[in-house]
């Protein structure tokens, strides 16, 4: 096993940077407004080449998730979860719930963005809303 | 239908390597083959099979794991048209090319030594992230694996359309009654509902139970000009039908999984395939899924329109979707209990029955035979006949 590690195109490394500052950017299409994730070279609502990188509310609802019981990775020692979250500007991230979990069900509760330090890195994690 | 590829080819041959003990080799610390060798044994296989000599072969698709060039060098196969393709595709393209005259018998190669090479799904050098970046992206959070992105989907689509537990384990349960009546497979002791809900999670909600066999082997098949299929002599089987629909927007964010179910594209799928065949669903005698996953069955039932969407739990639980019950879905195990062919081993399956040589997996009167996939969103159906 190994570490893992980030997908790092020309375009994700604007958003890497935007989380080591603890200030996630997605970038919004310069056309329809649309935000892109994975960050890309195209809007795929309208084809717009054109962008600009902006905030997020930090608002959103969990879609789903799982528990790993099995390891993949030297730094994600089991079990651990993974969430997908809505964001409430509309792309979906594949991220970690820190903090306490729900009771009962998980979909459809809402969280927040927070920050987590990992490895040499700072990436996106949820929280549940209600302990903000 | 001006156009159609309906009829216009026939399977002729099938064949496999020894796929039951070559895992026991490979689970010996052996190395039988590799994946050229493997397909080298499956081509062998199919060619005596079919009953016509090498040199009619003039095309060539090999599976997603071998060299083109190297494959054709090994079987010295010098053709008209090739190329390479998982396994629903190059059904569809060996169609393709004998309809538009590029070829007249084309020879399908798949080799896979994942097992005594080693490959892996998930982790760090998971396969498959070159051509599916979801497979690959999530990493940094620990999502890995295509079981992960299963499991993601599952949860959702079991909160939404109230598959519970218990039903999704059908699938593990009806595939191992078939598997334990097919001497070709290589999980074979029967199990019940109980012993999948006692399985251990690897990334729940999904259970060991719900996750495809990983070993080595090969398949091939020999498809032919259906003129030239019926000069052959045995009873060629037909592709009646085929179909494809891909959902690629938002497919890294997991859109096509988790907000559509893959449902728009089997539905486009199931107009396209089953108008060219002239067939309904009413009409398949058996069903071949794709399962690298037991989540694929529920999917494709509904999206196929087998059951009412949202239906599936029920109708695997009450119709029943084994040999001994209902309509029965992966009639020899699949990659569940039969072994990982990665959908090549469905197609030689599905001839198997429409030719009633089965043996005791066989469904009673089998004419018609509807295959599916729907891998990462990308839908395709192949309809066999007799
Ligand atoms: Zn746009």
Request: proline share 5%; hydrophobic share 40%.
């Amino acid at each position: 096993m190994a570490n893992s590690q980030p997908v790092a195109t020309l375009y994700d490394a604007p958003m890497w940077q935007s989380l080591a500052r603890e200030h996630m950017q997605l970038q919004s299409c310069g056309h329809c407004g649309t935000l892109r994730y994975p960050p890309g070279p195209i809007c795929s609502a309208c084809t717009s080449m054109d962008y600009h990188w902006t905030d997020l509310s930090g608002g959103g609802q969990i879609l789903s998730w799982v528990r790993f019981h099995r390891a993949y990775f030297d730094d994600h020692p089991p079990p651990y979860n993974a969430v997908a979250v809505r964001l409430d500007e509309g792309p979906i991230v594949v991220s970690n719930l820190i903090g306490p979990e729900p009771e009962g069900e998980w979909i459809g509760r809402r969280v927040r963005l927070t920050y987590r330090c990992h490895l040499d890195r700072t990436q996106h994690a949820f929280m549940l809303f209600e302990q903000s | 239908m001006t156009g159609s590829l309906s009829g216009v080819a026939s399977v002729i041959g099938i064949g496999q390597s020894d796929w039951v003990g070559d895992h026991s080799r490979v689970r010996a610390g052996e190395r039988p083959h590799d994946s050229y060798g493997y397909g080298a044994q499956a081509f062998l296989s199919a060619l005596a099979d079919s009953g016509i000599a090498r040199d009619e072969i003039d095309g060539l698709i090999v599976g997603p794991t071998t060299a083109y060039e190297r494959v054709g060098e090994l079987l010295g196969l010098n053709v008209r048209w090739g190329g390479q393709a998982d396994a629903m595709t190059a059904v569809m393209e060996a169609c393709m090319a004998i309809h538009a005259g590029l070829a007249s018998v084309v020879a399908l190669v798949y080799g896979n030594d994942q097992r005594s090479a080693q490959v892996n799904y998930g982790g760090p050098d998971a396969q498959g992230g070159a051509a599916f970046l979801a497979y690959v992206y999530h990493a940094p959070w620990g999502f890995t694996s295509q079981g992960a992105l299963y499991a993601m989907m599952a949860r959702r689509y079991m909160h939404e359309r109230g598959l519970s537990e218990a039903e999704l384990g059908e699938v593990a349960v009806a595939q191992r009654l078939a598997a334990s009546r097919n001497p070709r497979a290589l999980m074979r002791k029967p199990i019940s509902i109980e012993d999948y809900l006692a399985s251990p999670f690897i990334c729940e909600p999904l259970h060991l139970f719900d996750y495809c066999l990983i070993n080595d082997g090969g398949v091939a098949l020999i498809i032919a000009e259906a003129g030239k299929a019926r000069s052959i002599g045995r009873a060629p089987v037909a592709i009646k039908g085929v179909g494809r629909y891909d959902l690629n927007r938002g497919a890294t964010s997991l859109e096509p999984r988790l907000l559509d179910y893959y449902l728009p594209a089997q539905q486009a799928v199931a107009a396209q395939v089953f108008e060219m065949a002239s067939l309904g669903p009413e009409d398949m005698d058996a069903l071949q899924i794709y399962d690298s996953f037991s989540l694929h069955i529920p999917l494709a039932l509904e999206g196929y329109g087998y059951c009412p969407v949202g239906g599936a739990g029920r109708f695997m639980r009450e119709t029943g979707i084994s040999l001994a019950k209902g309509l029965p879905v992966n009639t020899s195990g699949g990659h569940l209990s039969e072994s990982y062919m990665q959908g090549w081993n469905h197609q030689i399956e599905a001839v198997r029955q429409v030719r009633g040589e089965a043996g005791d997996h066989q469904v009673e009167g089998c004419r018609h035979v509807h295959y599916s996939s729907d891998v990462a969103g990308k839908a395709i159906s192949i309809i066999y006949g007799a």
